[in-house]
């Protein structure tokens, strides 16, 4: 349920303020930086006491579970599968890049949070993990190293530096990286499914699943408008 907040709260968001993340993108890194920052200050001191019951459930948890920054690489994922003339897809497609980096950011507070816990244990004594949680903790690893260079590569001052071809090369590997959280998710709850965990199991499957078949309708569809293309150009015989 808290994906679907989250997506809900962050295209709103998007729509109202995409101008603004374009334009003071910096600001919006730092402001996210401070966010990841201050949840894990808020779980290390044990704050969560302190505060009502509900701001713990639907303002720090969608922060501190990945949940938002999870509905940010929703977002920067299916714009890949838009109908570009579309209004909307234009509005994000105009920050798509800053929206990932902005989910990279928030992600690494998430990664702080939990791997002080999780992959200090996998390196300890690995045995005390169960087996969803050590593959999970492993995945997250994976998950990290992809992440990072997809972050670095995102900033435009990086990017200009790349050769084209080796920039596409390194953002294709985005196609494996949103596979993985999927993957990631689903370690992590089917073991709870007999608790509350079928929903959210079933909501992940639905979004991940419709970006599949949207991401191989798209590539068909492009693949076929460039081959139309081509016999265009062709001289006519």
């Known amino acids: 349920m808290l994906i679907l907040i989250s997506i809900l709260i962050v295209a709103m968001f998007i729509i109202l303020f995409h101008k603004k993340i374009k334009k003071h993108a910096n600001i919006f890194y730092i402001i996210s930086g401070l966010i990841a920052i201050g949840f894990v ?4 001191f044990n704050l969560g006491n302190q505060v ?3 701001i713990n459930k639907y303002v720090v948890t969608i922060f501190s579970r990945s949940a938002v ?16 003339k579309l209004n909307i897809t234009k509005k994000l497609l105009s920050v798509r890049g800053e929206l990932s980096i902005i989910a990279c950011i928030l992600t690494l507070g ?5 791997g002080k816990t999780y992959f200090v244990t996998l390196f300890v004594d690995h045995t005390a993990l169960t087996w969803a949680k050590l593959i ?3 995945i997250s690893l994976v998950l990290i190293a992809m992440m990072l260079p997809l972050m670095i590569t995102s900033f435009p001052s990086v990017r200009k530096k790349i050769p084209f071809k080796k920039w596409k090369g390194i953002q294709r590997l985005a196609y494996v990286f949103y596979g993985l959280i999927y993957v990631h998710v689903m370690v992590l709850f089917l073991p709870k499914i007999q608790k509350d965990k079928l929903f959210d199991i079933a909501i992940y499957t639905v979004i991940f699943g419709l970006y599949f078949v ?8 492009d693949k076929e408008i460039k081959a139309n293309r081509k016999l ?5 015989v």
């Open 41 to 44: 200050l808020y779980f290390q």
């Open 52 to 54: 009502p019951k509900d």
């Open 69 to 84: 920054s999870t509905a940010l690489f929703t977002i920067v994922m299916y714009t890949g599968v838009l109908d570009k």
């Open 110 to 114: 998430h990664n702080v949070l939990y």
């Open 136 to 138: 999970a903790a492993l």
């Open 214 to 221: 949207a991401r191989v309708y798209r590539y068909l569809k």
């Open 232 to 236: 265009k150009l062709s001289p006519s």
